[in-house]
């Protein structure tokens, strides 16, 4: 199931949600159809599949092994960001992007949820911020949305702000 959802991923993230056919997600899979469908029965089920392997990759990227020290582990966390702008998702967020191709389906709307709100939890711990979820991932949607305009400029600007909100 993992290599099927890697390969949604991939498709999703090159060309969107509305563009993919059945047969372009099940070559990007790697897999015939009827084992694409034995795992994932919709497209709306392989839209998730992609996503929940995103979230955990991301999460894996930018919290594994972090630096103990808040200060230090903040500005990593940036610099993650960063580089997974960089080499992930140069045109934005993914979840972000399925949210908007399909607005009414309420299981996006949760998945995109949990991934910023375990993003925003698990940075504010990491940084020594509790209570500051909101924050944090302010700062974290704003690095998200300005590097493709501004690199690491902007990563250098988060890091610097995340000093001043931990004083």
């Given amino acids: 199931m993992t290599r099927i959802a890697a390969g949604l991923e991939g498709a999703f993230a090159a060309r969107g949600f509305s563009e993919p056919s059945v047969g372009d997600l099940r070559d990007a899979a790697g897999?015939?159809?009827?084992?694409?469908?034995?795992?994932?029965?919709s497209r709306d089920d392989m839209v998730q599949a992609a996503l929940e392997h995103r979230h955990a990759r991301y999460?894996?990227?930018?919290?594994?092994?972090?630096?103990?020290?808040?200060?230090v582990a903040l500005a990593e966390i940036f610099a993650r960001v960063g580089l997974w702008m960089q080499t992930e998702a140069s045109h934005g967020c993914l979840f972000h992007a399925a949210v908007a191709a399909a607005p009414d389906s309420a299981p996006l709307r949760a998945l995109l949820e949990r991934h910023k709100g375990e993003?925003?939890?698990?940075?504010?711990?990491?940084?020594?911020?509790?209570?500051?979820?909101?924050?944090?991932?302010?700062?974290?949607?704003?690095?998200?949305?300005?590097?493709?305009l501004r690199g690491d400029d902007a990563v250098a600007a988060a890091q610097r702000m995340g000093a001043c909100l931990q004083g």
């Fill in 59 to 71: 999460l894996s990227h930018v919290f594994d092994d972090l630096p103990d020290a808040p200060d």
């Fill in 31 to 41: 897999v015939s159809l009827r084992t694409l469908y034995k795992y994932v029965p």
């Fill in 119 to 148: 993003v925003a939890q698990r940075a504010a711990a990491a940084a020594g911020l509790p209570g500051q979820e909101v924050a944090v991932m302010l700062l974290i949607e704003g690095l998200t949305q300005s590097w493709p």
